[in-house]
C-alpha cells in the first residue's frame, strides 16, 4: 500500500486550486460566491436592490447598480433568497436567470399575515457571464437587512 502525500493542488500557472490541511480538510479557496442584502423596500413589479452587506469571491459579480450576481464561469450552482413580506397582503418573489423567471424559482406568502417570512433556493446550471436577480411579482418587502438575503455558490 503506498500513500499519496499533497498539501496544495496546483493550475500550470500557479495558482493554487486546493489545499489538503494537517486535518484533513480540503479547501477550495477560489470558489464563486455571493451574499448580499437589501437594506430598501422592494415593491410590486420592482428587481430586489442587492446594496448591503454585500461579500463575494472567486470571480463572481455582484452588480449593485443593476442589482445581479454575475456568475464567472459555467458549473452547477446554489441559489437562494429568504425576505420578509412588509404587508398584509400576498407577497411573491421570483428567482431570475438573466431576466428571465426560472421554474420553480419563486416564494410567496399569505394574505392574511403582517411580516411572513418567505424564501426559496435551488440548484441551477449556468454558464459563464449569466446572472440572477431577484424580482418582486406582487406585495412588498421588509427594509431590514437581518430579514432579506440573496446568494449564489458554485457547488462543480
Known amino acids: 500500500m503506498s500513500n499519496l502525500l499533497v498539501q496544495n493542488i496546483k493550475h500550470t500557472n500557479g495558482t493554487t486550486a486546493q489545499t489538503v490541511d494537517s486535518s484533513g480538510r480540503v479547501l477550495k479557496p477560489v470558489i464563486p460566491f455571493g451574499q448580499a442584502s437589501s437594506n430598501a423596500k422592494t ?5 430586489v436592490n ?3 452587506h454585500v461579500i463575494s469571491g472567486g470571480g463572481l459579480t455582484v452588480d449593485q447598480s443593476n442589482n445581479r450576481m454575475i456568475v ?3 458549473g452547477l450552482y446554489q441559489i437562494g433568497f429568504t425576505e420578509l413580506a412588509d404587508v398584509a397582503a400576498y407577497t411573491e418573489i421570483v428567482m431570475r436567470k438573466n431576466g428571465s423567471n426560472i421554474s420553480g424559482g419563486r416564494a410567496q406568502t399569505g394574505t392574511s399575515h403582517q411580516y411572513g417570512e418567505l424564501g426559496h433556493n435551488m440548484l441551477i446550471s449556468l454558464s459563464t ?3 440572477i436577480d431577484w424580482y418582486c411579482v406582487a406585495g412588498t418587502t ?3 437587512t437581518e430579514y432579506n438575503n440573496h446568494y449564489v455558490y458554485l457547488i462543480g
Not at 415593491?43 to 428587481?47: D, E, I, L, P, Y
Open 50 to 52: 442587492l446594496n448591503s
Open 142 to 144: 421588509h427594509n431590514n
Open 72 to 74: 464567472p464561469v459555467t
Open 129 to 131: 457571464d449569466d446572472y
Open 43 to 47: 415593491s410590486s413589479s420592482n428587481v
